[in-house]
């Protein structure tokens, strides 16, 4: 580290964003050819924070399995764990009662807005605005403590199991869940004329960070990133799964393909996961919440199990091979932002720094889920 | 002579004190008015309303050991905090508070104010060139690119004032506004005896407290140090007393900055509507009241982009503040 550096006209320039960098929310490395403040190439870096989730999963049963999945997404944990206990059920042939149906959708849509609240203020602070961050990480606290109250814990869910759930929801918990609704729709139309109506956000995200639907299919990217560019695709309508066909409600598809785009398709979807908290909270039925008859020990029938949910970041699979052991013989996870994040090698070329990591904020990326 | 040399004394001890204790409560004014902003209490726990917190923030910073990473220009490296703060109390010196409070009242004070302005660009070249990091040049280069094309409105804007009043004295600037509001630079309407309707001077006001922003590089300007990318920006590299300087020297610009545009466009020390005679309370109030809109607009506003700064800068301001000095220019050639 001694002696002068000598870099020519027209000669680029490493630049290693991350592990540790305030833009990448985590321990992503971005290594970034740089041609002044532009980049020529760059190439995203994994492996910091593997934990070998799907390795775990062959060698522990599937109960023992389930808290792990929350600890992919520690930000949306509760789509993580209904995947995996719907792909367990699809699997052993489990009957789930409707009452704990309709309390895991409202549980995970109410984790579903947790997430895109947390996202949208940790975006907006990568665009350098700090204050909607503490407005958004306010309204996220009234979910925890709800979520808190019922399941026990703030961030890293186990509260399905299979068959049912660990605990029934109380009226306090559906007090509150009604209450929180009006409460969080006078939010969203603050951020609206707080954030999105802002000049400078507009002049940021317009246009910026283009990602064609093209481009979505061949990296497999789904959720709001695909939806921002077009792709109506969502697993709760195109592959029901629960009981969402029995809620009403939209996908939000924006054709922009800019940064502006996947941001408002977010914004959208919290609105439309308020309407399924609220037509859930209207039809909760009374019943128990596991099922009379279950197997003491979980062991599927051999053969191959998949099951995908829609997550806060995209679509979720969970591909369970059983040969008929208290074990899956293969476990895997196919985690969305995995596909969501290695579109930026490919969108990022030829941006500005500061673009480029406006269009890393959109893509919404949490690290503990690529790296699993 | 001897009286001369204590008065120059007495002046810089003043102004390296009032640059100081700004500085240091201001930090504390902007994260409390963070805090309300957002909804949080701010720094509260070190004294009454946590006022003891800048002096223990200072001996936390002055008991640090001063970091020079290795390969670093050691000699630029040291220099450039203290260049960041010098210019920022040497500015001081000729700034009017009141009639009677001002260290040495020269004919071309404005001049002076704005060839000290320049050198603060300097101290973050050298800053980010020294530090030997990649962020802290990327930020050098944005920081010099901004200063240089934010310092064309701003001095074209002042030599509008400057020909509205004929004189580079800043003294004498604000004495040409005494009387009330309407008689301020800030608003068209001169009362005096020539009488001179400018209808552009608001948005020459505006262009002026835009740009006093992007030279103090504040939010949503401070692509100096946008932490989201370039994590901290030229001061990457500084720890202990070398960050506190930067922190201290950014402040004292704000002040700088907002007591300019007291002086130039907001009546300096004068009262409002003319009922009492102007002294350095009003002006210190205005200058506060400017200060509080800088650290509201920062908790506002996301950060723009390096071009859609330049662009704001070279499309609109200057253009804008060209055509107001023309417009100045015919106004006094006609009347």
Known sequence: MSGPIHIQPGETFTLNVGPQHPATHGVLRVKMEMDGEYIVKAETVLGYIHRMHELMGENRTYPQVLPNLSRLDYLGAMGYTHGHVLAVERAAGIEVPERAEYVRAIMV???????????????????????????????????????????????????????????????????????????????????????????????????????????CRRYGATGPVARGSGIDFDVRKNEPYSVYPEFDFDVPVYHECDSLARYKVRMDEMEQSLRIIEQGLDKLPEGPIMPKKKPKIIKPPAGDYYQAVETARGSFGIRIVSDGGKNAYRFKLRSPTYSNMHLFDEACEGMMIMDALALMGSLDLVIPEIDR | MSLTLLNVIIAVVCAIGFAAINAAYLVWAERRGAGRIQRRPGPNVNGPLGLLQPPADGLKLMTKQLIIPGGADKALFMVAPVLAMVPAIMSFVTIPFSPLIVANSMNIGVLMIFAFASLGGMSILLAGWGSRNKYGVMASVRAVSQAISYEVPMLITVITIVMMTGTMDLKEIVNAQAGGIWNWNLFPVHLKDDFVLQPLMPISFLIFFICSLAETNRAPFDLGEAESELVAGFHTEYGSMGFGLFFMGEYANIVIGASLTVILFLGGWHCPLGLLPGNVGFFLIKVYMLIFTFIWIRWTFPRTTIYGLLNLSWKILIPISLFNLLLQAGLLKVF
């Open chain 1, 109 to 215: 849509e109410l984790n579903r807005v947790a997430s895109h609240l947390f996202w949208f203020g940790a975006f907006v602070m990568d665009l350098g605005g700090f204050t909607p961050l503490m407005y958004a990480i306010e309204d996220r606290e009234y979910i925890l403590d709800m979520l808190e109250a019922v399941t026990g814990s703030r961030l890293t869910y186990c509260y399905f199991r299979f068959g049912g759930l660990y605990n029934d929801v109380d009226d306090d918990f559906v007090n509150a869940a009604r209450a929180f609704i009006p409460r969080m729709r006078k939010s969203l139309k603050k951020y609206d004329a707080l954030v999105t109506g802002n000049v400078i956000l507009q002049q940021r995200l317009r246009d910026i960070g283009p990602i064609s639907a093209n481009m």
